[in-house]
């Protein structure tokens, strides 16, 4: 998959569907449980040679929900990858907050004048429904680290979806994640 610099989330941590931040019996999904999709979800816009937007992949292991939150911001090349932290979901109203380390690219700038990883906090605070992810996103550096959050609106994308049909059950789906989360990861 080519995407512009994409910034890819995983989702890896399990959510507790009751609203509060991430269960004990989520952070321990056996690896024989079944996952089924929820969906994907998308706003990107694509050009010959870039990508820009996000897209949300969402998975659901009994009371747990997992997947991969990506950001396209420019050129192709490999998507960065970082686990959800923090992450409620209230399955009555559709509430779902997540916040997420990742490295989008390299920075130089008072706090270095060498060249190092970006330092990238994402915090999502918004609603998961059946046709559409919406609400508002903050995308924090270490150059910027109180910038305003910007509205997002992801609607269903069966192109995304098709990446989905990989694993089922959640041991399979961490098998094929996990690596890329280990090479492509936060670098901080």
Same mark, same amino acid.
């Given at each position: 998959?080519?995407?512009?610099?994409?910034?890819?989330? +995983?989702?890896?941590?399990?959510v507790s569907?009751?609203?509060?931040? %991430?269960?004990? +019996?989520?952070?321990?999904?056996?690896? $024989?449980?079944?996952?089924?999709?929820?969906?994907?979800?998308?706003?990107?816009?694509?050009?010959?040679?870039? +990508?820009?937007?996000?897209?949300?992949?969402? #998975?659901?292991?009994? !009371?747990?929900?997992?997947?991969?939150?990506?950001?396209?911001?420019?050129?192709?090349?490999?998507? &960065?990858?970082?686990?959800? %932290?923090?992450?409620?979901?209230? &399955?009555?109203?559709?509430?779902?907050?997540?916040?997420? =380390?990742?490295?989008?690219?390299?920075?130089?700038?008072?706090?270095?004048?060498?060249?190092?990883?970006?330092? @990238?906090?994402? =915090?999502? @605070?918004?609603?998961?429904?059946? +046709?559409?992810?919406?609400?508002?996103?903050? !995308?924090?550096?270490?150059?910027?680290? $109180? &910038? &305003?959050?910007?509205?997002?609106?992801?609607?269903?994308?069966?192109?995304?979806?098709?990446?989905? !049909?990989?694993?089922?059950?959640?041991?399979a789906w961490?098998?094929? #994640?996990?690596?890329?989360?280990?090479?492509?990861?936060?670098?901080?």
């Amino acid at each position: 998959m080519t995407r512009s610099t994409l910034a890819t989330v +995983a989702l890896l941590v399990a959510v507790s569907l009751q609203g509060a931040s %991430q269960s004990n +019996a989520c952070a321990s999904i056996a690896t $024989t449980a079944p996952i089924s999709e929820i969906g994907a979800f998308s706003n990107m816009r694509y050009t010959v040679e870039h +990508a820009y937007g996000e897209a949300v992949l969402v #998975w659901r292991s009994g !009371h747990c929900i997992l997947g991969l939150f990506e950001s396209a911001q420019g050129l192709a090349g490999d998507t &960065p990858i970082g686990e959800l %932290q923090d992450v409620t979901h209230n &399955p009555n109203t559709g509430a779902l907050r997540f916040s997420a =380390k990742l490295t989008i690219g390299i920075v130089a700038g008072p706090t270095s004048t060498t060249p190092e990883p970006s330092r @990238d906090l994402l =915090k999502f @605070d918004g609603t998961l429904g059946p +046709a559409r992810v919406i609400g508002g996103l903050i !995308h924090a550096t270490q150059l910027d680290p $109180t &910038p &305003p959050a910007r509205t997002i609106m992801l609607t269903t994308s069966a192109k995304d979806a098709d990446l989905m !049909h990989v694993s089922a059950t959640y041991g399979a789906w961490r098998e094929k #994640w996990q690596p890329i989360v280990k090479r492509r990861g936060p670098k901080w």
